[in-house]
């Protein structure tokens, strides 16, 4: 008998520490016209996930559920955690803004699959975090489970699908017949749409693929080349859309044309400065090399300098010298 009472209190016990936990989720407010009602503000309770939300209307105990689609007014007000990630975000410091939106997903997962979701949207925007900083493991988990994916709209699931070829980069040989494919895949895929940003994550993913297939490459200036071009399409496609993964695309770039045999050999013998004679005799690759560390420098370093781009940009000759207005 004893042990039956207290099989039944370590249950009840446990029923209490589910409704708890229940009660403490974190609720939202949203501005909602349920079908037949007039716009009024609502406390969401939670979701299923697929866009179906219940509620409590004012002054009742009952629990009601409405689609969010059916809905001729549904806009979540944004939490303060969440605004606070989004500042940092827009700021540029995606290590803080990321740690903020991780946060939100976890707080507000009950909540997922409704239009402007906290809890999806931060799931986006910490995947979008993980890609500009290059956390290649992090992309991978991260674009693997987006919480209430569904009702992102097409230019958010391309950058989910794009940052799931980004996860592909590994360095090795082998990848870039994967990424190669991933990337046709994706761009027969109905429903996605992909923005410059998303687009760059392509590029930068097939030049870094490119480029580790010069370990096994017969040709190996054709594939630096392969890379070389991969890099340039992935920093100007993103160009003003943020500058961490541009810069490292023009850095890689860079090193790939500082390291071609016909710029090594011009470079032990050009003067620095150089005039417009000696900048017009070299070959277009040293030139092409020069150019993009003066353009990184100019756009994209701070901090520590980069040595070589320092040392390229000594050979940097403007074409526009002398050059008067109208001319």
């Known amino acids: 008998m004893k042990l039956f009472k207290i099989v039944g209190f370590a249950l009840a016990a446990l029923s209490c520490v589910h409704f708890a936990e229940a009660q403490q989720a974190a609720k939202l407010t949203a501005v909602v016209q349920t079908p037949g009602a007039k716009p009024g503000v609502l406390t969401l309770e939670r979701s299923d996930g697929?866009?179906?939300?219940?509620?409590?209307?004012?002054?009742?105990?009952?629990?009601?559920?409405?689609?969010?689609?059916?809905?001729?007014?549904?806009?979540?007000?944004?939490?303060?955690?969440?605004?606070?990630?989004?500042?940092d975000y827009y700021g540029?410091?995606?290590?803080?803004?990321?740690?903020?939106?991780?946060a939100v997903k976890k707080k507000y997962a009950h909540l997922a699959g409704l239009p402007g979701s906290p809890g999806t949207m931060a799931a986006l925007y910490e995947l979008v975090c993980a890609a500009r900083m290059l956390d290649i493991p992090a992309v991978k988990t991260l674009s693997a489970s987006i919480p209430g994916e569904?009702?992102?709209?097409?230019?958010?699931?391309?950058?989910?699908?794009?940052?799931?070829?980004?996860?592909?980069?590994?360095?090795?040989?082998?990848?870039?017949?994967?990424?190669?494919?991933?990337v046709v895949a994706l761009a027969k895929t109905t429903g996605v749409r992909l923005d410059s940003e998303a687009y760059g994550w392509t590029r930068y993913a097939l030049g870094r693929a490119a480029a580790a297939t010069m370990a096994v490459a017969n040709d190996k200036t054709k594939s630096a080349n392969a890379a070389i071009d991969f890099?340039?399409?992935?920093?100007?496609?993103?160009?003003?859309?943020?500058?961490?993964?541009?810069?490292?695309?023009?850095?890689?770039?860079m090193n790939l044309l500082w390291n071609?045999?016909?710029?090594?050999?011009?470079?032990?013998?050009?003067?620095?400065?150089?005039?417009?004679?000696?900048?017009?005799?070299?070959?277009?690759?040293?030139?092409?090399?020069?150019?993009?560390?003066?353009?990184?420098?100019t756009v994209y370093e701070t901090g520590t300098p980069d040595p070589l781009a320092t040392q390229l940009d000594a050979y940097y000759y403007n074409q526009l010298k002398g050059v008067k207005k109208g001319d």
């Not at 409590?56 to 605004?83: E, N, W, Y």
């Not at 699908?161 to 994967?178: I, M, Q, R």
């Open 50 to 87: 697929e866009g179906t939300f219940f509620y409590m209307p004012k002054g009742t105990d009952q629990l009601m559920q409405a689609r969010a689609s059916a809905c001729g007014m549904f806009v979540i007000q944004t939490p303060a955690d969440m605004a606070k990630a989004l500042r």
């Open 231 to 253: 890099y340039c399409q992935a920093a100007m496609s993103m160009h003003g859309a943020q500058k961490t993964v541009p810069a490292d695309a023009i850095k890689r770039a």
């Open 260 to 297: 071609l045999p016909d710029v090594q050999a011009y470079a032990s013998k050009a003067p620095k400065p150089m005039e417009k004679k000696e900048w017009f005799k070299a070959p277009a690759n040293f030139r092409d090399a020069v150019a993009m560390a003066h353009y990184y420098k």
């Open 92 to 102: 540029g410091d995606y290590a803080d803004a990321r740690k903020g939106f991780a």
């Open 150 to 182: 569904k009702v992102l709209n097409p230019v958010e699931k391309g950058q989910v699908e794009a940052a799931k070829v980004l996860a592909l980069v590994d360095d090795t040989p082998e990848s870039f017949a994967a990424i190669q494919k991933a």
